[in-house]
């Protein structure tokens, strides 16, 4: 089984600062691309940023300059620094990878989702 967790959500007041992280376990071969997507009520998921395997990445022209995705291909690990945080920041954050596990090809991977909210 492959499985990804994210943590780090919270309340945080606009204008600070959230970190989150994301971790995938289980019987994986490699890790392709990694994302971070959010929710927001009554709106569709959209993607906030991407890296790639080799750490190029890809943003949201709303988070810009605010946020930085980072991935670790060793620990299998991924991790949001969210800046300047706005209230229209405030969604459930998920993990999302393209992973080969030991078993099969490459699947789609998602993690629970964790609450960001910013306060005003």
């Known amino acids: 089984q492959v499985q990804l967790v994210e943590s780090g959500g919270g309340l945080v007041q606009a204008g600070g600062p959230l970190r989150l992280s994301c971790a995938a376990s289980?019987?994986?071969?490699?890790?392709?691309?990694m994302a971070w997507y959010r929710q927001a009520p009554g709106k569709q998921r959209e993607l906030v940023a991407s890296?790639?395997?080799?750490?190029?990445?890809n943003y949201a022209d709303s988070v810009k300059g605010r946020f930085t995705i980072s991935r670790d291909n060793a620990k299998n690990t991924m991790t949001l620094q969210m800046n300047s945080l706005k209230p229209e920041d405030t969604a459930v954050y998920y993990c999302?990878?393209?992973?080969?596990?030991?078993?099969?090809?490459?699947?789609?991977?998602w993690g629970q989702g964790t609450q960001v909210t910013v306060s005003s």
């Open positions: 999302n990878a393209d992973i080969v596990p030991t078993w099969s090809i490459a699947y789609n991977f």
């Open positions: 289980g019987m994986i071969f490699r890790i392709n691309a």
């Open positions: 890296i790639t395997s080799g750490s190029s990445t």
